[in-house]
């Protein structure tokens, strides 16, 4: 029986961190035991142009902790208007190490994102030439669609055509959900990974509508039914190397998600690695977390890996309720939930 579990530091590949006041929660959330953290675009004013990233993350780096030396990784912001030489910018620049594609209206802040995907081809013809990586928020829009077939289509749809067009092209399949999903990365070829969040592991959409509708589950991509939460499982905790972490923590005030139109996302940083010990430990493969966690991630993103170590002790304790936030509270994924692993700090 494993009580103690000593890590290569590990690295969260997808993240919103907002701006301004949030940053005061949000960055040291992130830096309490990440070594890096790739930060979405998806501002009110979105990160379009590398001007933007490296003025998002000056600001983000004045909130980092004092002696931190945690560092955040940027990300492009992909619109109908981006341009081949915001490509060879980005490339150059040394610190934006990805460029994400929203559909318009997936999810929060992407009424600006792409509206005709094909019309990016030379982008990502450019973006495939710098090998500059690719990240997708894998979902089709359209109201004739069912929300939770959103991904699958997007994959026959879309992602096939692609691959195909762009095979070495690196992509990243954001925030996996489905069976559909993981089989297609699978099969796929090196140049395709896709990162995994701790509530699309230990939740699937029971847990977000029997009962009453949890609002503070609600995230998009939307929780899938059990037989998909099994899937992502097998993948996360199977030791293949095309799958990493990924939180998607996304930090809403406890009113806008309790609201009339509440909110997607969930805020799993005050827990974010215990979460996904919680899963490794439950499937028996306590040994597969550092790859997972910590070595997936960063030979994808061609980076070296982190020089420090962190160390996972098994003992109890309980999620916060809540936590201030903004002059509000967040209400963490897993609220109150008794863990029982947990990282040991300095």
Partial sequence: MINQLTLIQPDDWHVHLRDNEALDVTVPAAARYFGRSIVMPNLKMPVRKVTDASRYRQRILQHRPKGSKWLPLMVLYLTDDTSKEDIFEAKKSGFVHAVKYYPAGATTNSANGVSQLTRLDPIFDAMQNSDLVLQIHGEVTDENTDIFDRESVFIDRHLRRIKEQFPELRIVLEHITTAQAVQYVEENDRYLSATITPQHLLYNRNHMLVGGIQPHLYCLPILKRDTHQKALVKAATGGSKKFFLGTDSAPHAMEAKE??????????????????????????VMHHLEAFSSINGAQFYQLPLNESQITLVKESWTVPHEIPYCGSKIVPLAAGTKLNWKVKLP
């Avoid at 009339?260 to 490794?280: D, I, K, R």
Wanted: aromatic content about 12%.
């Fill in 259 to 284: 609201s009339a139109c509440g909110c997607a996302g969930c805020f799993s940083h005050p827990a974010a690695l215990e979460l996904y010990a919680e899963v490794f430990d439950q499937a028996d």
